[in-house]
């Protein structure tokens, strides 16, 4: 539950009358995956065009002036770096933008899986190598981080940061490859999991290199664009549009990306293994204007709506969707069923991170800030209400009060997505298996948990329908091309490390 | 095109096991009506029962550090304010709400109409007058703002704004009325316009008084309502929800609430005079959740879309919102017309105040993140896209030419209130009319520079009907109780003041 | 315990070669001022030649926005402040001396004497009256503030702060003068006490206009300079050398000077009373490198040194100074006495005013932090220590433990002053008499108190005999032209107001 | 240029009524060695003892919340470290302070020297090593940083900073020895040059150690105290006295001191060498109340003035300081000359690394600010000003033009050090010779530029005998037990590395 993002290129094209750095168009990239993570965010510039000698000043003034009136960033050798915890628009302004010059950049948006939620922790991660400085930012999960992380202390590394990310630093730095793509490619011999990394050096010349790939199942996002002289790389399509980028292709698993200001090379770094996509970025993580794998996100929620409405009829006056992620389904559910799509809820969009909520006793008014029942819609009606996911159960549970509190006779829900019992190891943050309601209680308890007067879930071959088409319908989970572990507890890498790695294995070191 | 609220009571109710502060709840009910304003936000409270004596204290010394630590505060007296430019969440936290301690609050959103948009103008005001500290705040426009200043200053005021809303501590300090209450009444009686006001101040015991009051026409709205042994008012009853209140009662035009720790008092402040209220508060400016004057806004804009289905009925596949604001009506417009509804455009919920626009060439990308199509919901299609209004018209042209990018084949534009034609001189920031783009050119020439395929206006009669029902179809605007002066020109108050006051009126001086 | 500074003139004179603002060039004179007070800072300038109007933008919106972007400063029509808590290298940056333009500039830094230390009583302060806006900044203390403010409530003025200053505006917009300059001239009838005042305005050609006067017995010091066609006010000649302007005269009591970019005008506004200037500005307030009525402080200070070395003769075998304040005078006692002067006291210069007080038992390193015994001067040693004066007596006692502790045989404690007796009413902070050590102990008290093994003071006509040289010594306080009163009793005014006015006054009401 | 501070022990100590944390004392040590390094500041600690798990958390939260609302410190493992650019009072507040608990610190004050200057340089560094974490800081410089780095790199390992300091962190880590304190020890074979270090780890049970330790040659100081039953290092005796500890010793060249909880051990770790203690710590870097080698700064200093007298006897009417680091020479010279002692010059003591330097024309306006002569005491005077040392000279010059202006009639520049004719590799930032005036121009040519009536620099053979009293009059520098390379050209080291390293060394890499 991160975005990633990468761009290099000739940005300077000639007639192009295009003139944004590439920090300015990682920014407005990571606008366009900031539903990705809201945690933290960070960019990384290569500025190998350093700015020109100032009358007076010699050599070494000057290189150690070079960057001196940029303040608010990270300094590595050619390589800048801000990060801070929050929101894209709080993190960046005008004026740390124009700390961030040149034609290369990668950048993130950080929901917290593996390393503790710190400025620390943000990514980009930024390191000096043996091959120069490398920034790297990384959607996905390291399942080997623990051991991985132990064998190279051993060997003398030593961290700054209680990330798996951090291991492709000194993985790359301790390769003997002659150029930094081949050293990538090496690191990530080493590791197993679920990754979708974008890494920029500096060639011998200074001129920046962008590296992307995506680990050998497929598991994370990776899509590339191009723009004039310019490539980008991205974790959704949203991104490419961000900054008038045209999707060139999603790199397959196991593939990467070379960039370079010349152009782009694809390789494959690694042999084909069973493809296994997240069904999660369909039911909930993407946007809905997005497509993955060539399919409209929006238009595998509706379908997703439509086979409920097949499988999980119920005889009501109106339906209505949670806000904001249920929307797709509930319109299939909707066209499905024939019964009439309304809003019932409205969402404060005011409710950001920074809401402070009361203590104690006035703590039930929290929600009605954040979720405001449409009176002249539910009173008196028989009400279905449908939502992306039950995950722990609690969202629920205050969304059926609601609608029973401003009138609904009765509050059907339906869930678009099967119920999630097994923990995710590749980057969503559900590792604590504990928490997840539908590992310890069946439908019909949580039912009675929530409040509802029937609930349904998806089905798993409903679902495979849905995202893969009627044909679909009866094909195991693995033929799909999908990872559907989180429902179905079948896990497409081994999970060679403790077993059970945890979000916070690397804070005990 | 501002949003007031206020608190006064026993908050510490035995039993009620409720202890949130008035600024607590204040910052609740803020919340609810953020979307009334955006600019500036600010609460006052009346810290009667001032901290105890430290040790060693001297009287004197008591008195003069009874706030010290409280340094992010303006203080008078027993009156702490904190106002700053931004929204809600970024003006206040849990530091700063705790600085603000008490059981009577006000508090204000603001979007600027008379005073230019500057920190000193953000509202509430507070001053120390002959009644001791008295704190107002505003939602309106005072319409001989100008000439009242200028009597004001003559007769020797001093100013600290250029808001019209500091004629009302200056004239309530000339008054000659015994309590506070009969000064503001008085004070009003010198003021044209439109006004909902909330006035916090000390008895001569130390215990606070609140008043709320309407202008003669109602022309904005005020709601009263309790929770436990405290009386709360609101531009809107969604920020009597947000603080766990029940409704009491709408304040009649030209009624006004007096409320202390006693209780409440309604006093009729003025003789009746035509009803005009805002017809704009149902179009836009409310949030669908609420409810005005006992209609529910939701209802009453679906109402406005079918109106508009029997008015303009279109060839069309699918009819999708203008987001957010056109979402209610365009509901209605489908289920008028049978076409089905669909998401066609996807607003980015984290582009706010803060997201800074790339210069020039760039420029377009900054739409793009904005606001982002759906290409299967309208590639190849007939799109009927429902808005609230045109004022500019800049809007409408990006999001015509941003379906038209997304593949629909037709896109008409249909929009739920007649053509804006008038300029608003009552807190709608309209008072330019060179800018309103239905004063100058006819519908088809809109059409043409916003570059849909049809464009179609609710009539004005269509909206009274929409509003008051059936039976009103026929009626003049007038007899509707509503105020729709900008669409008709047809203003309920005299201008009395230099004929056009504008928004810089008091900049000059 | 403030200080003031003004200027007003043409600072783009051709060939001058100097293009700094009137802000730039207040900054630097507040520098020079600092040491009169450290808690808040400010300034104000008159932006009379507005920017330029933008392209498309009309006359409406070029009002409005005029000072749009300055977000750090208030505006008050053409009058443009910066104030805020703390030392002026804190509260000014380029960025925010940027948002002052214009060439007359007022400036205050504060030590509070009237009115809590808060934010909003920082000045200078800023207000519309009926000669539209006008700035004040203020050194001094109003004896008749309380009266005076309660008068100008009943007559309907409103009040935003709990100074003294603030009656000026209020006195300056109900006056029926013609121009701004009698205005002044008219509201300072009404007051009593001691002042050196700034107020900057406009004329009705948008021309600034500045004036600073003094108060009928002169207890505070102004002067006037020059700086090629612009002339400067402030309270020591110190900040005139900070803008390169050259001494032009002292303003006597009474006096008024009345600068535009077209020249000064002196005026005599009060008819002469006894001339009483604060002794007490030559023993500790004023900076050792200014004048006062045109003699050198250090010189004076070690005149009063020398006096003592006269008065009271100690045996031992090293002068040392309280750093900083006690310096000249020690090398006064030093060369009059023939005991050698060394520095046995090293003031850290990095604890200012955000050092951190440890709590409770560690307090006691706060102290060795601050300053520190040069034991190599001590070890063995009769020190004669001289400072400048005991107003409690608490730095005094940790002095003498700090110099026993290093190893000092006696330690001799000589003031360079009389013993302080009496609460200081004109702008010093002394009020709260409860807390003056000599007020309630004889001298040989005061010894036993702080631990030294001799004490002396200077006396009265020793002190007077410094300042005014050997003809004096006979002489009356009162003839002198001096204000003794914190060491005599004897005040220059009536104190007509509550007999006691006290800091803490305007608090209350 | 920089100071070091470390504190381990136990601080809470039954009876001793001493409840200060680490950070606390260090936060005082620091500020006592401010003089030292104004560029950045900070604060390391080792927290071994976690927060108590809250209620209903499980074990993997607890680790990972640990430090959760500690948002203003990096965490590596248990220490947390928090650095910044800025003087100590502007790094740290109580808040601050407060997210550094346990009873373990590292503190350091920086004035860069190697690696420019920018927050990622900032020490204290820390780093997870295969020791767990580690945190170091550093007075001092590695002459063969430049080749250790390319090695390191060449290895695996990877950089933060472009300091020389961290090469510490990947050499321990690189270690095969048991435990920390070998392992630094192992490390340091592998450096030349001057350091002072603090090394802050935690043992296998989760307890801290702190490692203090000198370079062979003692190039800089580092003092051993106690403090109940803790134990300080420190560079200066002055941060003891701040945090109430006792001397013990000064660390010998070579030494280290291992300190825990249990108890110090005092470790030798190279053979000895040829002392060469920096002998511009007596006349400049010190502060004049420190004791080195257990001499007075101060009586070093008035030595210094005195011998000055001796070789250069100037027929003159007073002797002022050029303030404040001439001002112990400067009475020794007028001791020994006879000559009167006075101050001619004031400093502002509020301009400081924030002042804003007017831009161009005005700039000269900058210098009267900061520096203030007493016309009283130089007008028409023959002037002996005294100053530590030149090194570019444009102070000098801005100085004796200040003291024409002031009226001096004649002014003599005495200079209490030889003329600064060769870089410094070891600490002091002046390793460009080309800035050093001394390096291109003779002692005439430079009283030229300067504009002084004469100049007189002090003999080495007379800083030594000045140093180490009377009978070293003929020493040789090396026997005298100082480096004296500054002025004599003279290195106790081999230059190992590319012969001249520079500050910008690692920057290019």
Chains 1, 2, 3, 4 share one sequence.
Request: charged share 20%; net charge negative.
């Amino acid at each position: 539950m991160c975005g990633v993002f990468g761009i290099c290129g000739r940005l300077d094209a000639p007639g192009a009358g295009r003139s944004l750095s590439a920090a300015w168009l990682a920014y407005l990239g990571l606008f366009a995956l900031q539903h990705r993570g809201q945690e933290s965010a960070g960019i990384a510039v290569s500025a190998w065009n350093p700015p020109a000698r100032a009358v007076g000043e010699n050599e070494g003034e000057r290189i150690r002036n070079r960057f001196a009136r940029f303040r608010d960033v990270t300094v590595g050798g050619g390589i800048l770096l801000r990060k801070e915890m929050g929101l894209v628009a709080e993190v960046f302004d005008r004026e740390t933008l124009d700390q961030l010059p040149g034609s290369a950049a990668i950048g993130h948006v950080r929901y917290s899986t593996t390393g503790s939620s710190r400025r620390e922790n943000a990514q980009p991660l930024l390191g000096i190598t043996s091959y120069g400085p490398v920034a790297v930012a990384h959607n996905g999960n390291f399942v080997n981080a623990s051991s991985l992380r132990r064998r190279l202390l051993s060997q003398g590394a030593t961290f700054q940061t209680t990330t798996d990310t951090e291991l492709v630093l000194a993985l790359v730095s301790q390769s003997a490859a002659e150029r930094l793509p081949e050293a990538v490619a090496q690191a990530l011999q080493a590791v197993r999991g679920a990754y979708a990394l974008v890494v920029l050096g500096e060639e011998a010349s200074g001129q920046p290199v962008l590296i992307g790939c995506r680990d050998p199942h497929g598991l994370r996002p990776l899509v590339l664009g191009s723009r004039d002289d310019a490539y980008v790389l991205a974790s959704e399509t949203t991104a490419l549009a961000a900054v008038g980028a045209a999707p060139v292709t999603e790199l397959e698993p196991g593939q990467a990306a070379i960039i370079t200001p010349a152009g782009v090379r694809i390789e494959d770094w690694f042999p084909p293994r069973r493809r296994a996509f997240c069904v999660f970025e369909y039911i909930y993580l993407a946007r809905p204007d997005a497509e993955l794998e060539g399919q409209s996100v929006h238009g595998v929620r509706q379908a997703i709506g439509r086979q409920l409405a097949l499988e999980a009829p119920v005889a009501a006056d109106v339906v209505i969707p949670a806000p904001d992620s249920g929307t797709s389904a509930a319109l299939g559910y909707a066209q499905g069923s024939g019964i009439p799509f309304d809003l019932g809820l409205v969402k404060n969009r005011y409710v950001g991170r920074t809401f402070i909520q009361p203590d104690q006793a006035d703590r039930e008014l929290g929600v009605r800030i954040k979720l405001n029942p449409v009176s002249a819609v539910l009173a008196g009606k028989r009400v279905v209400v449908v939502d992306d996911s039950i995950v722990r159960g609690t969202t629920s549970r205050k969304t059926v009060a609601l609608l029973r509190e401003a009138g609904a006779r009765e509050v059907h829900l339906v869930i678009a997505s099967p119920p999630y019992r097994y923990p995710c190891f590749y980057g969503v943050d559900t590792t604590d298996e504990e928490k997840l309601i539908a590992r310890k209680h069946s439908v019909e308890e949580i039912k009675e948990l929530v409040g509802a007067d029937s609930l349904h879930f998806l089905s798993l071959s409903g679902l495979i329908k849905a995202v893969r088409g009627v044909a679909a319908e009866e094909e195991k989970p693995e033929d799909a091309g999908l990872c559907t572990a989180c429902f179905s507890g079948c896990y497409p890498t081994e999970l060679t490390d403790e077993v059970r790695p945890a979000k916070d294995e690397l804070e005990r070191g």
